[in-house]
């Protein structure tokens, strides 16, 4: 059975610039959950999807945004990128609602902001 | 809110010692309490996972954790530490439930292994 899988892995972008990474879940599950991961902050939720919607939000700005289709497959997109969004971002995916069970993560996409 | 708390963010044992990393937890409703290991450039893996039934929870890689709720604490052991070992553990906890994914993390413990 196939992982997480995420992609791009690495990625430079400059100030100002926009970027989208994309989340493929486990086959068969339907949430998809996003972290950021920085050495200052540590990990941080951004967002949870089920079934196409949004169902939980953390407390990041309205830059960060992201969507999820119909084939459980998310992607996260960030505009306006500034130096602090610099970050290992992590999906991780779950077969149901209701975290009794266990986040199966990505190897995360490594972006760098210049 | 649930939080998490590491105690140290780096701990170093020597090769085939104890292996105790600290965790506290604060939260308003029974919680739903994990730990997961990362290794260099990789994502989080689950090394075990406490949701309300036996107290002492074991895990992967020989790794357990007990549940004390007057402590509130969920301390992740290991009685023999191997050089695999070496990664960064985090200490999670979700308050669980239908439409609940979030997990808050702890601030991690980077573990060292010395031959």
């Known amino acids: 059975k196939a992982g997480v899988t995420q992609t791009p892995r690495y990625l430079i972008k400059t100030r100002g610039q926009q970027v989208t990474l994309s989340c493929s879940p486990i086959?068969?599950?339907?949430?998809v959950s996003w972290y950021q991961q920085t050495p200052g902050q540590g990990l941080q939720f951004l967002f949870e999807?089920?079934?196409?919607?949004?169902?939980n939000k953390g407390n990041f700005p309205g830059r960060f945004s992201g969507r999820q289709f119909s084939n459980s497959r998310s992607e996260m997109n960030v505009s306006t990128l500034e130096l602090g969004d610099s970050a290992l971002y992590l999906c991780?995916?779950?077969?149901?609602?209701?975290?009794?069970?266990?986040?199966?993560f990505g190897e995360g996409s490594r972006l760098t902001v210049l | 809110a649930q939080s998490v708390t590491q105690l140290g963010s780096h701990v170093s044992v020597s090769e085939g010692a104890l292996v105790l990393l600290r965790c506290n937890y604060s939260?308003?409703?029974?919680?739903?309490l994990f730990w997961y290991v990362q290794y260099p450039n990789q994502g989080l893996q689950l090394l075990l996972k406490?949701?309300?039934?036996?107290?002492l929870v074991k895990g992967i890689n020989g790794f357990e954790a007990e549940f004390k709720k007057s402590e509130t604490s969920f301390h992740l052991t290991k009685p023999s530490a191997h050089m695999s070992d070496a990664a960064e553990y985090f200490c999670?906890?979700?308050?669980?439930?239908?439409?609940?994914?979030?997990?808050?993390f702890g601030t991690g413990t980077r573990l060292t292994i010395i031959p």
């Open positions: 991780a995916s779950s077969f149901r609602q209701g975290n009794t069970g266990e986040l199966f």
């Open positions: 086959s068969g599950h339907r949430s």
């Open positions: 999807y089920f079934s196409e919607t949004q169902r």
């Open positions: 939260s308003s409703v029974p919680p739903y």
């Open positions: 406490y949701t309300s039934a036996a107290t």
């Open positions: 999670a906890v979700s308050d669980g439930g239908f439409g609940n994914e979030k997990l808050t």
